[in-house]
């Protein structure tokens, strides 16, 4: 291989006991995949010259890192940099989910869940009265559940919503522990007339959490992740795994 400028996919997946990959997932377009190695060093100086000049060293800590972008807000790959979990809610109903108390007209209120349908307002009268839709309150957005409240006219607060929702999928926010995923990287060198094929394994990602994500952006987003590259004690025992991964080149 010579000249190279390289594109492929890009999977994730548990290790197993065994130190061999789980079941991997394509983490969809991948826009970054890189590695970065760096060694700590004990320096001596001589003391004899006036020079201070470095005489001996002793190589420390290396250390690995990587850098991972992902263009797709897949659900996972968002719970990979939030260190969430993914749930997949099913659709339902609910009865008498009561408003925040008080509210005023021009308030907006919004309800537990959203891709709602067949939404019914009431009071908490003993015998509750039904508010009437576009005079008493608009439902401004079905997919978001938002209502606006227009009239509250003799009503008894508080109110309470009973409506059917789709299901869903949620990503919880940092309350997983720190995601460790093996990588299998299917790479193809894409200068002009190569045959290059290059397959890269990393047995053990530590994933940081998302230093940013841009939720309101003039331009494509997408999802910078980072972490360490941990030592797996069971292929380094191999002289042909190593530690940390190994690339193939699969076309040589």
């Known amino acids: 291989m010579q000249d190279f400028s390289f594109q492929g996919k890009v999977f994730l997946g548990e290790r197993l006991s065994t130190g061999k990959p789980g079941a991997m997932r394509w983490v969809n377009d991948a826009a970054l995949l890189s590695i970065k190695a760096s060694q700590s060093e004990e320096k001596r100086s001589e003391s004899y010259s006036g020079l201070r000049q470095t005489s001996a060293t002793i190589a420390k800590a290396l250390e690995v890192t990587f850098d991972l972008t992902l263009n797709h807000g897949e659900a996972k790959n968002l719970a990979l940099g939030l260190y969430g979990e993914v749930n997949t809610i099913a659709g339902g109903s609910i009865t008498e989910e009561p408003f925040p108390n008080p509210v005023a007209v021009g308030d ?145």
Do not use: C, H, W
């Not at 309800?111 to 005079?135: F, Q």
């Not at 590259?229 to 190994?246: E, F, H, I, P, S």
């Open 108 to 252: 907006v209120i919004a309800l537990d869940r959203g891709n709602v349908s067949s939404l019914e307002v009431t009071d908490s009268l003993g015998t509750p009265a039904t508010l009437t839709l576009d005079t008493d309150y608009a439902l401004d957005d079905a997919n978001y559940g938002r209502i606006s409240m227009l009239d509250l006219a003799a009503y008894t607060q508080p109110f309470k919503a009973a409506y059917d929702y789709a299901g869903n999928t949620d990503i919880t926010l940092f309350t997983q522990a720190p995601p460790v995923r093996y990588l299998i990287m299917d790479g193809f060198n894409t200068v002009d007339g190569s045959a290059d094929l290059m397959r890269v394994r990393m047995y053990r990602l530590k994933f940081n959490p998302a230093s940013q994500l841009d939720l309101i952006n003039d331009s494509f987003g997408d999802l910078k992740l980072s972490g360490t590259a941990l030592l797996d004690t069971t292929a380094v025992l191999d002289a042909a795994l190593g530690g940390y991964g190994r690339m193939e080149l699969l076309s040589e």
